[in-house]
């Protein structure tokens, strides 16, 4: 059987390219020096294919920032606005990617936009009048040729037409009909040009069918294809697919003249049956992506084999390949030195998945049962995994109904908090963390070098505590933040708290441009080992006679941005966590504390593709892992929660659902939309739209945050609305994070006179 893999990280072991460019940006190197190390990054990744068994390695799949971003720049699809800056082809391209700002003007970047559902963000093309569109393919050619001078069978690979077209922003709806054509046309000039090379296979990516399509949607598509594909002459054409089915489009795939289709069998929970229902089209193709390409776990070689026997039944041109792009893993696991072999053993990173490649595809071809990679295999596949925890899996299972319910309702709640609290009208507060400066930044890497021992560094982040506290009442704040001193992370705090997590060295991923994350592992069962913030709280209430805020992640967050399991459901480990979070609630209500936050802001992007397994699939339980979280706290305990993005008009209903009593969201950018969907929804929960963009250094005036205020108010009941910056502060300086602060206390004491 042939094999291949969808895409590989192109990051680099070492991140090397990321360094690389950044250099480049810097001017410490040239644009030569940053090529060739590129090009030695993609010869290292190609030998490495080639040298595991790979069969076909795709080329293209590099890119020096992001793919759909190549793709802009393959059909010549550069706005106005960077063509005039007269830059170099790669300047113009880094400032598409980056904006630009400098002696030849001053543009802003494209916008950025997550990958579907993972983590990576891509480039949002964008198409405006006048532009001339043409193929410009000279990198994906440049990168074929390089792969055949080393000896590799390469397949170019692309997004597709349909995803471009489907994603693009425009500037006028009717530009997406408008440019179709030339679009089209481009593509069938790619195909051409392959003809000519010589090309034996060409990959085009279209992840964009796995969402729900409407009757146009499939009429675009095979509009597109019908003349794209006219236009193929020798080469084979593969349309490849990924995270999800393709199930609205099945029958229309395999009917164009493709001639392989590549399927997603691990996130395509309908791949099978469409195969089984409709059978497999004998002419094409079956790329078969079965080894996982967005988790770091080894395949179970046994299922994957049993899947692979089936397959071979339905059609004899199968090939092996992964479920997406390697893109989403890290690299290797030979680079981790720090984890134990008792954990190192689970895992499979980009490197390694090709080795399960190809071994799977040696293995189909015999009976295996009795060979060493098999049985290799097989013994870590069964072998019992460490921190597993069966008091967390029996809490888990008892959970019931009243486990996620608050006994009194909001209403009856907020009047009870009112009093307790005492707060003015219009209460202020922020988000949580207050700039992470150098100081603060140091602490904490000496502490972890080992230079200062805990005591030191608890003692350093108390004192910076007791500085932010001083630095809100002198503000006037009304509800006070300790600063989150003790964090660098919100996900990796609370991990390094809790049993069952697992911290890597190297497993860096690719998050944009060259910004890499490096998510934990959960490894085992989530349990809290002891009070994780409680300390530092407590410290800091008892500097002040205001309220303190509590300061926690939320368990949909904290699962959202770790590498989960793949033996539970994401359902339970959500709760495994949430009753972890409860604990701290808990103590963190018994320390004194009266209004706890719990930050969830990635609950909204990890929403199911389509739009009928938004409940059942997520929002369902998590919903309840969040309520389940602060459940068990007494009425006049307030909850705030907090979203970095106001893009929830969808889910608004849901949100309520959350049952938290106060809401403090990014505003400053999408105001009036939200502000509408708020009040047709009546929103029951308290609101704290942003009122400044936290992502800026500039200072907002009082008048402007006047301004934003009164907007607020012409939508949102005056009792119901709080004022605070947009998200946390941990990015800024002082002095712009104080001269802000100051103008937005200044600017509520001019609306609550008002109000008066
Ligand atoms: N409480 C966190 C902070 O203030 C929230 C961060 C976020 O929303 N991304 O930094
Ligand atoms: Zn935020």
């Not at 792969?147 to 009717?174: N, Y």
């Not at 982040?461 to 992370?489: K, P, T």
Request: charged fraction near 30%.
């Amino acid at each position: 059987m042939q094999t291949t893999i969808v895409g590989y990280p192109r990051i680099g072991k070492m991140r090397e390219l990321k360094f690389a460019i950044e250099k480049y940006w810097r001017g410490e190197v040239t644009e030569a020096e940053l090529q060739k190390t590129a090009k030695e990054l993609r010869e290292e990744k190609l030998k490495k294919q080639k040298q595991e068994g790979i069969t076909w390695s795709p080329v293209n799949d590099f890119s020096y920032y992001d793919g759909m971003l190549d793709l802009s720049v393959m059909l010549n699809a550069v706005p106005k606005r960077y063509r005039e800056l007269n830059l170099s082809p790669l300047d113009t391209y880094f400032a598409m990617a980056r904006g630009y700002q400098g002696e030849k003007g001053d543009v802003k970047a494209f916008a950025m936009k997550k990958w579907f559902n993972t983590n990576y963000h891509y480039m949002v093309p964008e198409l405006e009048e006048g532009m001339e569109l043409k193929l410009q393919a000279e990198k994906l050619f440049l990168e074929y040729e390089e792969a055949k001078q080393l000896g590799i069978c390469p397949r170019p690979v692309t997004i597709g037409a349909f995803t471009f077209l489907k994603l693009a922003s425009v500037t006028a709806e009717t530009l997406r009909t408008e440019y179709l054509a030339p679009v089209k046309k481009s593509f069938q000039e790619l195909l051409q040009e392959c003809n000519k090379k010589g090309v034996e296979w060409i990959q085009i990516e279209e992840p964009a069918l796995v969402m729900d399509l409407e009757e146009a949607d499939k009429k675009l598509f095979c509009d597109i294809y019908q003349d794209v594909l006219k236009e193929k002459g020798n080469v084979k054409v593969l349309l490849q697919t990924y995270f999800g089915d393709v199930r609205d489009i099945y029958q229309e795939l395999s009917e164009l003249p493709f001639d392989g289709l590549g399927l997603d069998f691990v996130e395509g929970k309908y791949t099978e049956k469409l195969i089984q229902e409709h059978g497999f089209p004998k002419e094409k193709y079956l790329y078969a992506g079965l080894v996982n390409g967005k988790n770091i776990w080894k395949c179970d070689y046994q299922k994957k084999l049993a899947q692979i026997e089936h397959l071979k039944k339905v059609t004899d041109k199968l090939v092996l390949t992964t479920s997406c792009s390697l893109l989403h893993v890290p690299y290797t696991t030979k680079s981790e030195k720090k984890l134990s072999e008792d954990v190192l053993k689970y895992f499979a990173y980009a490197q390694e998945k090709l080795t399960e490649i190809h071994e799977l595809s040696v293995l189909s071809k015999k009976d295996y049962v009795n060979e060493p990679e098999y049985q290799r295999n097989v013994e870590v596949i069964q072998s019992e995994r460490g921190m597993k925890d069966s008091e967390v899996c029996r809490q888990v299972e008892a959970l019931s109904e009243k486990d996620f319910i608050r006994n009194v309702a909001r209403t009856e709640r907020q009047e009870l908090q009112r009093e307790k609290l005492g707060l003015p009208a219009l209460p202020t507060t922020t988000i949580g963390s207050f700039p992470q400066t150098k100081e603060v930044k140091s602490n904490r890497s000496r502490y972890r070098k080992g230079e200062i021992s805990k005591e030191q560094y608890d003692a350093q982040v108390f004192a910076f505590i007791r500085d932010c506290v001083r630095q809100q009442e002198e503000l006037g704040l009304d509800v006070l933040v300790h600063g989150e001193y003790e964090r660098n992370d919100m996900v990796e705090f609370f991990g390094e708290n809790f049993g069952g997590y697992v911290f890597t060295e190297y497993a860096w991923v690719q998050s944009y441009g060259t910004r890499c994350v490096k998510p934990p592992v959960i490894f085992g069962d989530v349990k809290r080992l002891a009070p994780i913030t409680v300390k530092y709280s407590e410290y800091a209430a008892s500097l002040t006679k205001k309220p303190m805020k509590g300061m926690l992640t939320g368990p949909v967050t904290i699962l959202n941005w770790s590498f989960p399991r793949e033996d539970i459901s994401h359902r339970e480990m959500a709760f495994q966590i949430a009753l972890a979070i409860r604990q701290e609630v808990v103590d963190l209500e018994a320390a004194g504390i009266s209004v706890i936050q719990i930050d969830e802001a990635a609950l909204r992007e990890k929403l199911p593709l389509r739009k009928g397994e938004w409940h059942s699939d997520y929002l369902d339980w998590a919903l309840e892992a969040f309520r389940l979280c602060h459940s068990g706290v007494k009425p006049e305990t307030q909850i705030h929660t907090h979203m970095c993005y106001s893009e929830f008009e969808d889910i608004i209903h849901e949100i309520d659902e959350m049952d938290a009593d106060v809401i403090t969201f990014e505003a400053s950018r999408s105001k009036l939309e939200i502000l509408d969907a708020l009040k047709e929804a009546e929103f029951e929960t308290e609101v704290g739209p942003g009122v400044y963009d936290i992502h800026s250094p500039r200072v907002p005036s009082v008048e402007e945050i006047v301004e934003a205020i009164r907007k607020m108010l012409e939508k949102i009941p005056q009792e119901k609305l709080w004022v605070n910056p947009d998200c946390g502060l941990k990015t800024r300086g002082i002095p712009e994070t104080e001269a802000s602060l100051r103008n937005m206390v200044a600017a509520t004491q001019i609306l609550r006179k008002e109000l008066k």
